[in-house]
């Protein structure tokens, strides 16, 4: 198992950006895809972006795309969220979590499944205000 801390969260208005960070600890990060999920008050955890181990694949959400960056550096044992023109429907609490076998990182066919990932961090609280 691998310990997860998130942090960056926090209040931003409408259009702005925030960058959220997950320091890993434990067992060898660069073992394990990442992910960013999320979850709003009243609705299911849904998968906002992936990252596979060396950071050569990744996944985003529809209603990410191109607007949010995932990335990793492994010698950090840390994976990031870059995310600019936020909307208030980016409101949630996010969450990172790892993945030992990853099977959407080899096939792109496959949507990150938050069953599959064994660790998680606690989330960190991201408001967007309009």
């Known amino acids: 198992q691998v310990q997860l801390v998130e942090s960056g969260g926090g209040l931003v208005q409408a259009g702005g950006s925030l960058r959220l960070s997950c320091a890993a600890s434990?067992?060898?990060?660069?073992?394990?895809?990442m992910g960013w999920f999320r979850q709003a008050p009243g609705k299911e955890r849904e998968v906002v972006a992936a990252?596979?181990?060396?950071?050569?694949?990744?996944y985003y959400a529809d209603s990410v795309k191109g607007r949010f960056t995932i990335s990793r550096d492994n010698a950090k044992n840390s994976v990031y969220l870059q995310m600019n023109s936020l909307k208030p429907e980016d409101t949630a609490v996010y969450y990172c979590?790892?993945?030992?076998?990853?099977?959407?990182?080899?096939?792109?066919?496959?949507?990150?499944?938050?069953?599959?990932?064994?660790?998680w961090g606690q989330g960190t609280q991201v408001t967007v205000s309009s």
């Open positions: 979590a790892a993945d030992l076998r990853a099977p959407w990182a080899i096939n792109p066919s496959l949507v990150p499944d938050a069953h599959l990932f064994g660790s």
């Open positions: 434990g067992r060898t990060f660069s073992s394990y895809a």
């Open positions: 990252i596979s181990w060396s950071g050569g694949n990744t």
